[in-house]
């Protein structure tokens, strides 16, 4: 008996050890910045060094337009651009999980994950080299014609939206490619034979068999979109009207940490709603989704 | 080759003329023709490899051939894609919608139709009853077991009406003691939908039970089309005299003629006569099959007819299997085994490894075919 009582013992200590390095990150810093930045939030500056707790932060979000009229922009635009990287990913998951073959499959995925290997800056300011209105494109379209004189494509929110595109592309493809790869061909065959054409097949098989990678792909890239503060930043200029901006002004241009904290939480808010929102509407359980990412 | 499933004057539902497919360098499908009359059960045999996938593929519209033409209901399927033809499957693996109910999954056609929600859930329920799963198509697919799977797939298929109803090997995923019974099952549903049924299959015993002709295939090519009796006791190649059902495979040379019958001997030594198919010259290589339940046993040599050749042989094995029993057999003089089925009256129930006995065939009943006409 205390032979096993030890042997539990010693399994319990290696599972803790196991454990230590990720609970310790979690904790230290993750759970105590934030709990430190939810104090923050909470209290406001009635002197110099004299604090006192209120809901001030977050009134003044709610009192001031351009904060929630930013707020509620990004919120959009993020789910946009999420809508748009699963338009352009579906085909390309498509043709990695179902069309092509050994090889030729592992090519493809390689070709996605290439612009993973420069950092995220550099690909952003490639992006602006070839949409400026000096750049490559804006020239390319004088020189063969199109515009008469070279166009500013930087700073539009379209460019936000296809540098968002560019940046999420490889976080949706890999739970897609996953998701349809389990799918067995002879589900559709079966259904083509059954009577279907290409539009049923894709709404009554492929999508309810995708949905859990479709879900988890979406959250993923909709988290990183409305947490981006780089693409947003360089391409659409002081146009961006992007929230992380205004959390960034806060903390660092501002020095109101307080507010800034308010943001913060206001945004996390924001996307554990959406998180909600879009495994309800797409009656996928939280579980089962995780699993696919 | 050319032929005609049916000797009755029933319109034929299949016809195939000249149908060809090649993969690459390998010829799956070669120049076949055949054609299934309305209301039959057809099955195609074969050993895996042999193209009877393709043929079926190509017959509900998953690939094109690259030659001939296939009519369904005497219309040509050229062109026509797996969608619109009048043909369904029952798939190997059955494909099943695992995202549906057992009643969606039998709706499935109907609502591609565009037939009306409570239309199809009646047609549906009542196809499910028909099929002996009444109350189940609130259901998972998952919540069933093998056999009412099969049903729901037949069920899904049959709900559509088709002229034609394709099987892919679905048996092969059962067990055995299930199998057995789904072959009864898929015979009666057959009789009772007086649909016609095209049956692909690897296993003979399947093949020779359910139809009513069988095609059987190998290297892309019927080496014979023909009822289950014909198959069995007049084989036309050597190929279908080995792959259907069990034979002793016996080589060696024509060593004299005899009207219609050949004297096969081996090279070991050992002598057989049996009736020859196509011509046969004295000398030339040859291949015979004799039936283990063609053979005869006996205590002594005078319990054979005058004129017979008799036998005497070892008991190498038995192998007991109720009214499938055979016994394994040792010719003294030149070696040679045999399999041979023990009679079910269980007059040699005390037989033992070891033992003597004597045994002779019937020439009649084994047959010999020309070496040189092996395609396998």
Request: glycine share 8%; aromatic share 8%; proline share 5%.
């Amino acid at each position: 008996m205390p032979e096993l009582a030890r042997a539990a013992w010693s399994r319990r200590l290696l599972l803790a050890l196991l454990l230590a390095p990720a609970l310790l990150w979690l904790s230290l810093l993750i759970v105590l910045p934030h709990l430190d930045l939810a104090l923050l939030s909470f209290r406001e500056r009635i002197a110099p060094r004299q604090f006192v707790p209120s809901l001030a932060q977050y009134r003044t979000f709610f009192t001031e337009p351009l904060y929630w009229h930013v707020f509620l922009r990004t919120a959009l635009m993020s789910a946009g651009a999420t809508a748009l990287t699963l338009l352009v990913a579906f085909p390309i998951a498509w043709t990695i999980a179902k069309l092509a073959r050994g090889r030729m499959s592992a090519l493809l995925f390689v070709v996605c994950l290439i612009p993973f290997w420069v950092s995220e800056t550099v690909r952003t300011l490639g992006w602006m080299i070839l949409l400026r209105e000096s750049g490559v494109l804006p020239q390319l379209l004088v020189h063969l014609g199109i515009t008469a004189q070279p166009v500013e494509l930087l700073y539009h929110d379209a460019t936000i939206l296809v540098g968002l595109v560019y940046t999420s592309l490889l976080f949706m493809v890999v739970p897609l490619v996953g998701s349809l790869e389990s799918l067995d061909n002879a589900l559709i065959e079966a259904a083509y034979d059954l009577g279907a054409k290409g539009g049923a097949i894709l709404r009554e098989i492929v999508i309810p068999h995708a949905a859990p990678g479709i879900t988890a792909g979406c959250i993923v890239v909709f988290m990183l979109t409305l947490g981006n503060y780089l693409t947003p930043t360089l391409l659409g200029g002081k146009n961006s009207l992007w929230f992380t901006e205004q959390i960034y002004n806060q903390f660092i241009t501002r020095f109101n940490w307080e507010q800034g904290a308010a943001f913060g939480f206001l945004l996390l808010a924001l996307s554990t709603a959406m998180v909600w929102f879009g495994l309800k509407a797409s009656g996928q359980r939280f579980s089962d989704v995780m699993r696919r990412t | 080759m050319s032929a005609t499933a049916s000797a009755s004057s029933a319109p034929a539902d299949l016809e195939a003329r000249a149908v060809s497919k090649r993969f690459g360098a390998h010829l799956a499908v070669d120049n076949l023709s055949f054609a299934v009359a309305r209301g039959s059960f057809f099955s195609i045999l074969g050993p895996s490899g042999c193209g009877k996938t393709t043929l079926l593929r190509m017959i509900a519209g998953f690939i094109q051939p690259d030659g001939g033409s296939i009519a369904i209901g005497g219309r040509d399927m050229a062109g026509v894609g797996p969608n619109r033809r009048p043909v369904n499957m029952v798939f190997q693996q059955l494909a099943l919608f695992p995202m549906m109910s057992v009643s969606e999954n039998v709706a499935f056609g109907l609502a591609r139709r565009g037939m009306a929600r409570a239309e199809r859930v009646r047609k549906a329920e009542a196809m499910l009853e028909r099929v002996g799963l009444a109350g189940a198509g609130g259901k998972r697919t998952d919540e069933l077991s093998g056999g009412q799977r099969q049903r729901v797939a037949i069920a899904r298929s049959m709900v559509l009406e088709p002229t034609l109803l394709l099987l892919d090997e679905p048996l092969g995923a059962l067990d055995l003691k299930l199998r057995e019974h789904m072959k009864l099952e898929l015979k009666q549903l057959q009789a009772s939908f007086g649909t016609t049924f095209v049956y692909i299959t690897h296993d003979q015993s399947e093949a020779l039970v359910l139809s009513d002709h069988v095609g059987v295939m190998n290297h892309g090519h019927f080496e014979q089309l023909g009822t289950p009796q014909q198959l069995y006791y007049a084989p036309a190649t050597p190929f279908v005299a080995g792959f259907v059902g069990n034979n002793n495979r016996v080589a060696g040379k024509a060593l004299a003629l005899e009207g219609a019958l050949v004297q096969v001997g081996t090279a070991a030594g050992w002598s057989v006569r049996a009736r020859a198919h196509g011509t046969i010259a004295v000398g030339s290589a040859v291949e015979a099959f004799i039936r283990p339940e063609s053979a005869m046993l006996g205590r002594s040599a005078a319990d054979f007819p005058p004129g017979q050749l008799a036998y005497t042989g070892e008991v190498l094995s038995l192998l007991f299997d109720g009214a499938n029993s055979v016994v394994l057999l040792r010719e003294l003089q030149s070696g040679q085994e045999l399999r041979i089925a023990l009679p079910q009256t269980g007059a040699y129930a005390d037989l033992k490894v070891g033992d003597r006995i004597h045994f002779g065939f019937d020439p009649e009943r084994a047959i010999c075919f020309p070496a040189a006409a092996a395609h396998a």
